[in-house]
Each structure stands twice: as structure tokens, then as C-alpha cells.
């Protein structure tokens, strides 16, 4: 339990370090790969809350490489929810 409240803190300042780009900013900029997609799969939790509240933020980039990083957002969203789901057991 002390990890996880250790651990909240950490992942809160983290998901801070998300950038918010508009889409024609986006046409404008490189296309983000793997590193990018599992750094956004990661802070997914924090994205989605933050996206009910506020309608500029996305949880996916939408200036992306494609497959490598759909593969990173997968790794790195079943690491944050699916990784939790374990421990519980």
C-alpha cells in the first residue's frame, strides 16, 4: 500500500510532462513513434479524466508513425491498467 501512495504522486507529476498540440499543429509537426506511444499509453489514465473535463485533450496522437506507435501506446496502456490488475491477485 506504501508503494502506491508513493507511487501516485509520482505518476501525477509525470503525466504533467503531457504536451497539448491542435490539429493544425499537428499537420505541422514529425510524426511521434514508439517512445512517444508508450509514454502516452502510460499516462492513459490520467489523459481520459483529464479529456472529460477539458475538450482539447486527446489520449492519442493523432500525428503518428502508425504501427510502431500503436504498439508503444499498447505496451504502455496495458502496463499502467493491466499491470495493476495483477498485483491485485
Do not use: K, Q
Amino acid at each position: 500500500m506504501r508503494n502506491v501512495l508513493l507511487l501516485v504522486p509520482v505518476l501525477l507529476v509525470l503525466a504533467g510532462c503531457a504536451d497539448h498540440v491542435s490539429f493544425t499543429e499537428a499537420a505541422s509537426r514529425e510524426p511521434v513513434g514508439f517512445l512517444h506511444g508508450l509514454w502516452h499509453g502510460a499516462i492513459l489514465p490520467f489523459s481520459f479524466v483529464i479529456s472529460l473535463f477539458d475538450g482539447g485533450t486527446a489520449i492519442y496522437a493523432i500525428y503518428n508513425t502508425g504501427g510502431w506507435y500503436d504498439f508503444g501506446y499498447l505496451l504502455g496502456a496495458s502496463g499502467i491498467v493491466g499491470g495493476g490488475v495483477a498485483a491485485s491477485r
